[in-house]
T-cell receptor, first 116, second 117 residues
């Protein structure tokens, strides 16, 4: 079984400030981890993914995330927030093989608000 | 990147009618597609896994007779909500599993907003 917990349903930052969105996962096997962004009334866009290669993953729009096995975490960061980053962010986990092949389990989502 | 389309983007129907939603992978072949539903201010919940040429696998609690899934080709999966009721109103999103192995990415469609009156 796998699960994802996103700490904080809402995060508010000022433009130019650091963005930190927290994600912890639970998986009985080595996980694949993803961050997606969703704008209102739209589907999900992949920001970045961890697939057992480098633990520090760089994605689009200046976002990056670090896989920490000891902490079972995959927090998303961006050094300087932009107004266009305001959206909802989802962390997701999947595993290889078995009946869970390819299935994504999503966290509850974190709404990011960016203030001028 | 890979593109997945959904049609229609928005549908309003009367209670008791059936609604079909199409999910297409436009520039790649998808042997596996997934159907999710998302209630307002909530996360995505997987409904079913659709495999080309075989029956869909439904998640626990999802009525297979109510949510009919057909994956007739490598680029098209359809979800039919039969005898829709107001509680079926939701945002339905599909995703397609790209080629490249188990670590490959799911590409999401733009979603379909279903409102049942």
């Amino acid at each position: 079984a796998q699960s994802v917990t996103q700490l904080g349903s809402h995060v508010s930052v000022s433009e130019g400030a650091l963005v930190l969105l927290r994600c912890n996962y639970s998986s009985s096997v080595p996980p694949y981890l993803f961050w997606y962004v969703q704008y209102p009334n739209q589907g999900l866009q992949l920001l970045l993914k961890y697939t057992s290669a480098a633990t520090l993953v760089k994605g689009i729009n200046g976002f990056e995330a670090e896989f920490k096995k000891s902490e079972t975490s995959f927090h998303l960061t961006k050094p300087s927030a932009h107004m266009s980053d305001a959206a909802e962010y989802f962390c997701a986990v999947s595993t290889a093989g078995g009946t869970s092949y390819g299935k994504l389990t999503f966290g509850q989502g974190t709404i990011l608000t960016v203030h001028p | 990147g890979a593109v997945v389309s959904q049609h229609p983007s928005r549908v309003i129907c009367k209670s008791g009618t059936s609604v079909k939603i199409e999910c297409r992978s436009l520039d790649f072949q998808a042997t596996t597609m997934f159907w999710y539903r998302q209630f307002p201010k909530q996360s995505l919940m997987l409904m079913a896994t659709s495999n080309e040429g075989s029956k869909a696998t439904y998640e626990q609690g999802v009525e297979k007779d109510k949510f009919l899934i057909n994956h007739a080709s490598l680029t098209l999966s359809t979800l039919t909500v039969t005898s829709a009721h107001p509680e079926d109103s939701s945002f339905y999103i599909c995703s397609a599993h790209g080629q490249g192995g188990i670590a490959d990415t799911q590409y999401f469609g733009p979603g379909t907003r279903l409102t049942v009156l």
